[in-house]
């Protein structure tokens, strides 16, 4: 039996990869979120908000845990204020830290593990009205190589999704309406924008023991748009 904790497993790319880890009877899934799941499959939901008090839970042995929780503030650079930079570093790097530095007795214990984090394609892209989360999805990316080199010798992983658009509820009003939906797609190589499924499919991935080689990546989910050019 192999444990996986996911922090922000409620909805979007987090609900996505809590439903693929419990689709196999040999992992236990244990779901932290601010919000319960209207749709619950197998495994443990806890209600949290990981920002406050970190919820008691049993867990001796951690094989794989994903930080989901993420910001979106699209806004121009001169109207983004302190409090929203702050904000976005909070969810994004400080509850990532929070969480890491509380269940890293338990990765350790594992005798091997993987921790995925999650950037953003705009952390490596520059990409206007996007200050505020790609400083602090950049910050990411700089803390998962940081820590793939500290704990190698422990064998815990860790690596780091960067995802373009994706239709989750964060993103709802940049694909409100047909007209945003088809401007999204056109915009990446691939021709659409990505579903949580996507995403999830890559955590599964590196959460796994096959990329045992792997480690202190930053891995583009996003339709080729940080690497490709078409036209």
């Not at 008090?53 to 650079?77: N, Q, R, T």
């Not at 892209?125 to 820590?147: D, F, I, N, S, Y």
């Not at 010798?153 to 940049?174: E, K, M, V, W, Y």
Request: charged share 15%; net charge neutral; hydrophobic share 40%.
């Amino acid at each position: 039996m192999k444990t996986f904790l996911v922090v922000g497993g409620s909805q979007g790319i987090g609900a996505a990869l809590v439903h693929k880890l419990g689709k196999y009877p040999e992992n236990r899934v244990i779901s932290i979120s601010k919000t319960m799941p209207s749709n619950r499959g197998s495994g443990l939901y806890v209600q949290a908000d990981i920002l406050g008090e970190v919820p008691g839970l049993d867990i001796s042995e951690l094989h794989g845990l994903a930080y989901c929780p993420g910001s979106m503030v699209l806004k121009p650079f001169h109207c983004t204020g302190l409090d929203e930079f702050e904000g976005a570093y909070r969810i994004n790097v400080l509850g990532a830290i929070k969480v890491i530095q509380t269940w890293l007795p338990a990765l350790k214990l594992a005798g091997g593990s993987s921790v995925v984090l999650f950037g953003s394609v705009a952390a490596n892209q520059g990409m206007p009205m996007h200050a505020g989360v790609a400083t602090a999805k950049g910050a990411v990316e700089a803390l998962t190589r940081t820590l793939a080199a500290e704990y190698a010798g422990q064998h815990i992983r860790f690596n780091c999704i960067s995802p373009s658009l994706t239709d989750t509820p964060l993103a709802a009003r940049l694909l409100n309406d047909e007209n945003k939906r088809g401007l999204a797609a056109k915009r990446h190589p691939l021709g659409r924008y990505g579903t949580p499924e996507d995403v999830a499919a890559a955590a599964f991935f590196l959460l796994s023991d096959d990329p045992d080689w792997v480690t202190g990546q930053v891995m583009g989910v996003d339709g080729g748009l940080s690497t490709l050019r078409l036209v």
